[in-house]
Nanobody
Framework: QVQLVESGGGLVQAGGSLRLSCLAS????????MGWFRQAPGKEREFVAA????????NYADTVLGRFRILRDNTKNVAYLQMNNLKPEDTAVYYC????????????????WGQGMQVTVSS
């Protein structure tokens, strides 16, 4: 089973940037899609971004398109979420996940999840 550990969250002012990291261990994820979801207080968990196994395909939620970028380094078993021009509405707990492919990850995720990382954006 794959274990996922997120890092890099914290408090930032609106307009600032953060980079989240997701380190996978236990099993290699080089042949799987990786992605990020987030959950704000009182709201359901929502899709943020996903990347294909080789990094050639990415997919983003409309709310983050043009501000966030997902990347991966299969030599290190790591996925990243670079978040720029952060807004207060980006405040949430961010979760890393992995699944067979982007559509499955985005619409019916059933793979491993990280423990979550708090991101707080102040106005």
């Amino acid at each position: 089973q794959v274990q996922l550990v997120e890092s890099g969250g914290g408090l930032v002012q609106a307009g600032g940037s953060l980079r989240l990291s997701c380190l996978a261990s236990g099993l290699p994820v080089s042949s799987a899609a990786m992605g990020w979801f987030r959950q704000a207080p009182g709201k359901e968990r929502e899709f943020v971004a996903a990347i294909s196994w080789n990094g050639s395909i990415t997919n983003y939620a409309d709310t983050v398109l043009g501000r966030f970028r997902i990347l991966r380094d299969n030599t290190k078993n790591v996925a990243y979420l670079q978040m720029n021009n952060l807004k207060p509405e980006d405040t949430a707990v961010y979760y890393c996940t992995t699944d067979d492919n982007i559509p499955k990850l985005k619409y019916s995720p059933s793979g491993s999840w990280g423990q979550g990382m708090q991101v707080t954006v102040s106005s």
